[in-house]
């Protein structure tokens, strides 16, 4: 075999192998996550699909169902993530796009107290001594995000003082940057038990002068949802508030 054939022999073995593990990637992503998840204490995990493009930087994983003690912990319908590449020495990756579909996730507070939001979230432990060493600073990673926007999120509230719905028709957050001073525009309409609310906000958090501005509009809020919360057991708040900010 002459060197010339070796030499392109070895160019298409190599490009045999890529395309393999390209292939394959989103099958073992998939399998290794189910795993890790199920380690979680899930009994019953179901990912219909998951989808990875390295060369479009698309990651997309489609109903993700998660089910411990016998109940439904965790229903979602899309999960996606657009991503590009802004040079090795500038920052690393920027993120155009986070979406979320379709959700369905409860938050419950049992009889002792404990927190769960589709995993129990363990009480923070109380430190037996205070620590007088100063504290080293937290450094924010950059992070450039484009667009993070939800749609059709339910959270089903059951705590001890609050039984409620809250549904985020539309969530859109622009132009997120822990190290860029770039204007920022959130969208929020939704729903909370009765109540509907519209919020539009533009805001510069890193500019050298702060800068935050837009509307909150409230519609037929029930004061009455919010009576389990009051310290005094015999006391409760009627009517409904509309506001506009």
């Keep these: 075999m002459s060197p010339i054939v070796k030499r392109h022999k070895g160019k298409l073995i190599t490009l045999v192998a890529i395309l393999t593990i390209l292939l394959i990637l989103p099958y073992l992503v998939k399998h290794i996550l ?30 993700v169902y998660l089910h411990a003690d016998g109940e439904q912990k965790l229903a ?51 430190q037996a001594t205070v620590s007088t060493e100063p504290q080293a600073s937290i450094a924010l990673p950059k992070l450039d995000v484009d667009l993070i926007r939800f749609s059709n999120i339910t959270f089903k509230i059951k705590l001890q003082n609050l039984k409620a719905k809250l549904k985020l028709d539309e969530f859109s957050l622009t132009r997120v940057s822990t190290w860029h001073d770039y204007p920022a525009k959130l969208t929020l309409l939704g729903q909370f038990n009765d ?26 809020l029930q004061l009455s949802d919010f009576n389990g ?4 057991s015999q006391s409760s708040l009627n009517g409904v508030v509309n506001s506009r900010l």
């Design 229 to 232: 919360l009051l310290a005094n």
């Design 34 to 63: 189910i795993g890790q998840i199920e380690d979680q204490g899930f009994e019953n995990v179901s990912i219909d699909d998951l989808s990875i493009n390295l060369f479009y930087g698309t990651v997309k994983v489609e109903n």
């Design 195 to 220: 109540a509907t609310f519209d919020i539009n906000i533009a805001a510069e958090p890193l500019a050298e002068v702060p800068v935050l501005e837009g509307q909150i509009d409230i519609q037929h």
């Design 76 to 126: 979602v319908g899309s999960i996606a993530l657009d991503y590009r590449w802004q040079g090795i020495f500038s920052g690393g990756i920027v993120t155009e796009l986070v979406e979320l579909k379709d959700t369905t996730l409860s938050i419950i507070e049992d009889d002792n107290g404990e927190l769960e939001v589709v995993i129990p979230i363990p009480a923070a432990e109380q």
